[in-house]
């Protein structure tokens, strides 16, 4: 008997299909395109938004999942299960985690539980398909929170940049420093790290930045063994199936899936994005 | 409050425009929406306080209008339900508790009507409570100052209509607005006022322009000019393309630079061909029109210059822990070492730098762990001996005896943030020894040595130090001399170095006859721009 309820924001890219099997609740981010409001992953394509985005930058912002988004999702997993246990993206990323706090306050309810996953896109997805996999053998809430934390400190999220110019333009690299919007020359690996995202590695050609992916897939795959995948991209699907085949053939993979960049994150490092998460 | 005082205007405008009143304050907001989140001082990637707080209202006023037709406390209640299911970013929380507060003041007092301004003046300070206590740690010189200061005005100040009231709500929020600076130092710091209290502002001018009262606007405009230009009298543009190069690809660079130069600012041209241009300058169409003449223009970037201050000021960063000093034989290779994090010498012919050149880099870099890259075996002495003067001044710097710019290229690619200095330093050794280096060198003379004899004008292969080839023919020495390396190295990727000399027709051909050579070996090609050296080759390991 399932016990606890998981929900999670669009961010994470988990698979219709486990959504279904595991019964995740997932909540769209908000994302406005020229002055139209559209949920995350429902109204509007990703390729829209990006595409949108490259025409014309300010015409895309992006908001968080409001307070009674939240709120309407804890009512209706509690109907199903007694507690529920919701993992929001990186509270540096993302106001997401705010308002899913805000809406357990308003509720009043002791059965929710909000937990920064400290990751984001598929390494938050990583994050709450554990807690989902835990949950459905029957884990009580302060157990499926542990494994879900367990993972959030493990999950290693990385990410080959095309340009740093949805950087620059986005004016919020503050926490990447060390990075300038003349540095022609440069493909930068990205990570995502104690929530938030910083430099990993300068790289003079996106091959070497997939190549800086696979060592770190395999430093760990030596320590640790076989890995949960998620590889994710933003209108480069190509690139990311390579990727994916080439982190397939050389380590083993556990349940590996495939995601799109969310365009919350995607709006400021620009299309193109492809990486990689795991643990 | 006595009914009589209240103009009939004023219930006109609520009863028979509620819609428009709040539809107003929306469509204000919106206005100002983008100067709003140009003001958050705190980046969260969706945190745009001006589109958050906008999304709140607009859930707010679908509700209403969704109760077109019902009374007006179903109405109300319709806004607060919008309000509180739309809100989403501290502010637009903030905003949507303020909206319940004062919506719940005003359904308590059923009897009364709406526009009853000692009512409302009672809601909103009913508004600006239940908002400061839905935040658990308040925080002054915030939305949540400027909601105190509205209704503590009002309360002193007793309007006796509408008009006046939300006249005295807007004053008083202007001035509390000017004060957060004051009160909130990272405010004061980005130079900015707060961004949630601006739409609060913005909210009271669309009900101002609603009931069509006359009012002084708040000073948008000095911060809209920071949007977009902000204090700086630098150049205006910032401008990036990619130029495919139609002819001589050497001579078109060197005339690029030259024009760049001369008319902008921050010039960097990467890449062979294409060439990957930016430039900050005025008249960017006098730019771009010369570039057309040397090629086509693609990918092109134009810039109000800056776009926000923040990013250019991430360069001042605290110096890092470690600083590497590379060596560099061409302007190509500057450009892209300095871009991976180097402090570069540029070391050309006839014109070698000597050990006081990089003891002078060295006493201008503030890091901890210094690493030098002479990448060139004739400048290892130099480099031995500028650290081991260093060494006896109390430096640290080590050396790792690179002798081609492509072992620096696979040591730099090592690092990584944040790593342990002494444990990047090992990789980056290890990464420059498993790369072998060859080059292809034009005779200036004629000589026989290692059994190779080189005749003056030809082209001859070097490989590990030691001459494989020589040959008239440019490609014939690349492919034997990488064939050479091939066989001693069993590597796995080359990388290639073109020269400043080397034509766009010849390096074509090399990429065919090295893919014919080398099925399954992956190729790179950087422009280094060395003079006498048409290419420098790398190759990694297996």
């Given at each position: 008997m399932q016990k606890v309820g998981i929900i999670t924001c669009s961010g994470g890219c988990i698979p219709q299909s486990f959504v279904e099997e595991y019964a995740i609740e997932v909540i769209p981010l908000t994302l406005i395109v020229n002055e139209n409001v559209y949920r995350d992953g429902l109204d509007i394509s990703k390729d829209e938004v990006y595409s949108a985005l490259k025409r014309d930058f300010s015409s895309v912002s992006t908001s968080a999942p409001s307070v009674g988004e939240y709120a309407q999702a804890y009512r209706k997993m509690l109907e199903r299960f007694s507690k529920v246990l919701c993992i929001t993206m990186s509270k540096e990323?993302?106001?997401s985690f705010s308002s899913a706090v805000k809406a357990a306050e308003m509720e009043k309810s002791a059965q929710v539980e909000v937990l920064d996953s400290e990751t984001a896109t598929t390494g938050q997805g990583l994050v709450a398909m554990h807690a989902a996999r835990v949950a459905k053998e029957g884990a009580d809430l302060p157990e499926v929170r542990k494994e879900a934390e367990n993972v959030s400190q493990k999950v290693m999220v990385l990410g080959v940049l095309d340009t740093l110019s949805y950087l620059k333009k986005s004016g919020r690299a503050k926490s990447i420093s060390?990075?300038?919007?003349?540095?022609?020359?440069?493909?930068?690996?990205?990570?995502?790290?104690?929530?938030?995202?910083?430099?990993?590695?300068?790289?003079?050609?996106?091959?070497?930045?997939?190549?800086?992916?696979?060592?770190?897939?395999?430093?760990?795959?030596?320590?640790?063994?076989?890995?949960?995948?998620?590889?994710?991209?933003?209108?480069?699907?190509?690139?990311?199936?390579?990727?994916?085949?080439?982190?397939?053939?050389?380590?083993?993979?556990?349940?590996?899936?495939?995601?799109?960049?969310?365009?919350?994150l995607g709006k400021h490092t620009g299309p193109g994005i492809v990486g990689a998460s795991f643990y | 409050m006595k009914m009589d005082n209240i103009p009939i205007e004023d219930r006109k405008a609520i009863e028979l425009g509620m819609n428009q009143f709040v539809y107003s304050a929306l469509e204000n907001l919106k206005k100002r929406r983008e100067i709003i989140n140009f003001?958050?001082?705190?980046?969260?990637?969706?945190?745009?306080?001006?589109?958050?707080?906008?999304?709140?209202?607009?859930?707010?006023?679908?509700?209403?209008?969704?109760?077109?037709?019902?009374?007006?406390?179903e109405r109300l209640k319709g806004m607060l339900d919008g309000a509180i299911k739309g809100s989403r970013g501290n502010s637009g929380f903030i905003l949507a508790q303020f909206i319940e507060g004062a919506i719940n003041a005003l359904a308590d007092g059923e009897s009364k009507p709406l526009y009853d301004a000692a009512l409302l003046t009672e809601s909103i300070e009913q508004g600006a409570k239940v908002a400061r206590e839905s935040v658990l740690e308040p925080l002054e010189g915030t939305i949540l100052t400027v909601l105190s200061d509205i209704a503590a005005s009002l309360k002193r100040g007793k309007p006796e209509n509408i008009c006046l009231l939300v006249k005295t709500a807007h004053e008083e929020a202007c001035e509390s607005l000017r004060r957060t600076p004051l009160i909130l130092k990272p405010l004061a710091e980005a130079g900015v006022v707060d961004s949630g209290g601006a739409g609060i502002v913005a909210i009271l001018e669309g009900l101002m322009e609603a009931l069509e009262c006359p009012f002084e606007c708040f000073e948008w405009k000095s911060y809209e000019k920071m949007v977009s230009l902000p204090s700086y009298d630098g150049p205006k543009w910032e401008v990036e393309f990619t130029l495919d190069i139609k002819a001589d690809k050497a001579k078109a660079r060197a005339k690029l630079l030259d024009a760049l130069k001369k008319t902008g600012e921050s010039v960097v041209v990467a890449g062979s061909n294409p060439l990957k241009v930016h430039v900050h300058c005025d008249q960017h169409e006098e730019i771009l029109s010369f570039a057309r003449t040397l090629g086509n223009i693609r990918d092109l970037d134009l810039q109000e210059f800056p776009s926000r201050k923040s990013f250019n000021e991430v360069k001042t960063s605290a110096p890092?822990?470690?600083?590497?000093?590379?060596?560099?034989?061409?302007?190509?290779?500057?450009?892209?070492?300095?871009?991976?994090?180097?402090?570069?010498?540029?070391?050309?012919?006839?014109?070698?730098?000597?050990?006081?050149?990089?003891?002078?880099?060295i006493g201008l870099l503030g890091s901890e762990f210094i690493i030098i890259l002479p990448n060139d075996p004739?400048?290892?002495?130099?480099?031995?001996?500028?650290?081991?003067?260093?060494?006896?001044?109390?430096?640290?710097?080590?050396?790792?005896?690179?002798?081609?710019?492509?072992?620096a290229i696979s040591a730099l690619d090592e690092f990584t943030e944040g790593e342990e200095i002494f444990e990047i330093f090992e990789k980056m050794k290890r990464a420059a020894s498993e790369t072998d280096w060859g080059m292809v060198a034009w005779a200036i003379r004629s000589v026989r040595i290692f059994g190779v004899s080189i005749k003056e004008g030809e082209y001859f292969g070097v490989a590990s130090g030691k001459p494989v080839v020589s040959s008239s023919k440019l490609t014939y020495a690349v492919i034997e001399t990488c064939k050479k390396i091939y066989s001693e190295g069993k590597?796995?990727?080359?990388?290639?170095?073109?020269?400043?000399?080397?034509?766009?027709n010849i390096s074509e051909e090399i990429r065919a006859e090295i893919e014919n050579n080398f099925p399954g070996v992956n190729s790179e090609w950087l422009y280094g721009g060395q003079q006498y050296y048409p290419l420098l080759i790398g190759a990694r390991k297996a």
């Amino acid at each position: 008997m399932q016990k606890v309820g998981i929900i999670t924001c669009s961010g994470g890219c988990i698979p219709q299909s486990f959504v279904e099997e595991y019964a995740i609740e997932v909540i769209p981010l908000t994302l406005i395109v020229n002055e139209n409001v559209y949920r995350d992953g429902l109204d509007i394509s990703k390729d829209e938004v990006y595409s949108a985005l490259k025409r014309d930058f300010s015409s895309v912002s992006t908001s968080a999942p409001s307070v009674g988004e939240y709120a309407q999702a804890y009512r209706k997993m509690l109907e199903r299960f007694s507690k529920v246990l919701c993992i929001t993206m990186s509270k540096e990323l993302s106001l997401s985690f705010s308002s899913a706090v805000k809406a357990a306050e308003m509720e009043k309810s002791a059965q929710v539980e909000v937990l920064d996953s400290e990751t984001a896109t598929t390494g938050q997805g990583l994050v709450a398909m554990h807690a989902a996999r835990v949950a459905k053998e029957g884990a009580d809430l302060p157990e499926v929170r542990k494994e879900a934390e367990n993972v959030s400190q493990k999950v290693m999220v990385l990410g080959v940049l095309d340009t740093l110019s949805y950087l620059k333009k986005s004016g919020r690299a503050k926490s990447i420093s060390a990075l300038t919007a003349e540095m022609l020359n440069i493909k930068p690996v990205l990570i995502v790290e104690h929530g938030d995202v910083h430099l990993f590695a300068k790289t003079i050609s996106r091959q070497r930045g997939f190549e800086r992916v696979m060592k770190s897939i395999r430093e760990y795959y030596e320590k640790n063994g076989p890995i949960h995948l998620g590889v994710f991209h933003a209108m480069a699907r190509e690139e990311a199936d390579k990727l994916e085949e080439r982190i397939r053939k050389e380590v083993e993979c556990i349940d590996p899936f495939m995601g799109e960049f969310t365009p919350v994150l995607g709006k400021h490092t620009g299309p193109g994005i492809v990486g990689a998460s795991f643990y | 409050m006595k009914m009589d005082n209240i103009p009939i205007e004023d219930r006109k405008a609520i009863e028979l425009g509620m819609n428009q009143f709040v539809y107003s304050a929306l469509e204000n907001l919106k206005k100002r929406r983008e100067i709003i989140n140009f003001l958050n001082v705190f980046p969260v990637p969706d945190g745009d306080t001006g589109t958050n707080m906008y999304v709140t209202l607009l859930s707010c006023f679908e509700e209403l209008k969704n109760r077109n037709e019902r009374p007006i406390n179903e109405r109300l209640k319709g806004m607060l339900d919008g309000a509180i299911k739309g809100s989403r970013g501290n502010s637009g929380f903030i905003l949507a508790q303020f909206i319940e507060g004062a919506i719940n003041a005003l359904a308590d007092g059923e009897s009364k009507p709406l526009y009853d301004a000692a009512l409302l003046t009672e809601s909103i300070e009913q508004g600006a409570k239940v908002a400061r206590e839905s935040v658990l740690e308040p925080l002054e010189g915030t939305i949540l100052t400027v909601l105190s200061d509205i209704a503590a005005s009002l309360k002193r100040g007793k309007p006796e209509n509408i008009c006046l009231l939300v006249k005295t709500a807007h004053e008083e929020a202007c001035e509390s607005l000017r004060r957060t600076p004051l009160i909130l130092k990272p405010l004061a710091e980005a130079g900015v006022v707060d961004s949630g209290g601006a739409g609060i502002v913005a909210i009271l001018e669309g009900l101002m322009e609603a009931l069509e009262c006359p009012f002084e606007c708040f000073e948008w405009k000095s911060y809209e000019k920071m949007v977009s230009l902000p204090s700086y009298d630098g150049p205006k543009w910032e401008v990036e393309f990619t130029l495919d190069i139609k002819a001589d690809k050497a001579k078109a660079r060197a005339k690029l630079l030259d024009a760049l130069k001369k008319t902008g600012e921050s010039v960097v041209v990467a890449g062979s061909n294409p060439l990957k241009v930016h430039v900050h300058c005025d008249q960017h169409e006098e730019i771009l029109s010369f570039a057309r003449t040397l090629g086509n223009i693609r990918d092109l970037d134009l810039q109000e210059f800056p776009s926000r201050k923040s990013f250019n000021e991430v360069k001042t960063s605290a110096p890092n822990k470690l600083g590497v000093i590379a060596f560099s034989c061409g302007p190509g290779l500057s450009s892209l070492f300095a871009d991976l994090g180097c402090q570069v010498i540029e070391s050309l012919p006839g014109a070698r730098p000597g050990t006081s050149k990089i003891l002078e880099k060295i006493g201008l870099l503030g890091s901890e762990f210094i690493i030098i890259l002479p990448n060139d075996p004739d400048l290892i002495p130099c480099a031995i001996k500028a650290a081991e003067i260093s060494r006896s001044q109390g430096r640290n710097v080590e050396l790792i005896p690179t002798k081609s710019p492509v072992q620096a290229i696979s040591a730099l690619d090592e690092f990584t943030e944040g790593e342990e200095i002494f444990e990047i330093f090992e990789k980056m050794k290890r990464a420059a020894s498993e790369t072998d280096w060859g080059m292809v060198a034009w005779a200036i003379r004629s000589v026989r040595i290692f059994g190779v004899s080189i005749k003056e004008g030809e082209y001859f292969g070097v490989a590990s130090g030691k001459p494989v080839v020589s040959s008239s023919k440019l490609t014939y020495a690349v492919i034997e001399t990488c064939k050479k390396i091939y066989s001693e190295g069993k590597c796995a990727s080359f990388l290639f170095i073109s020269g400043e000399e080397l034509s766009e027709n010849i390096s074509e051909e090399i990429r065919a006859e090295i893919e014919n050579n080398f099925p399954g070996v992956n190729s790179e090609w950087l422009y280094g721009g060395q003079q006498y050296y048409p290419l420098l080759i790398g190759a990694r390991k297996a």
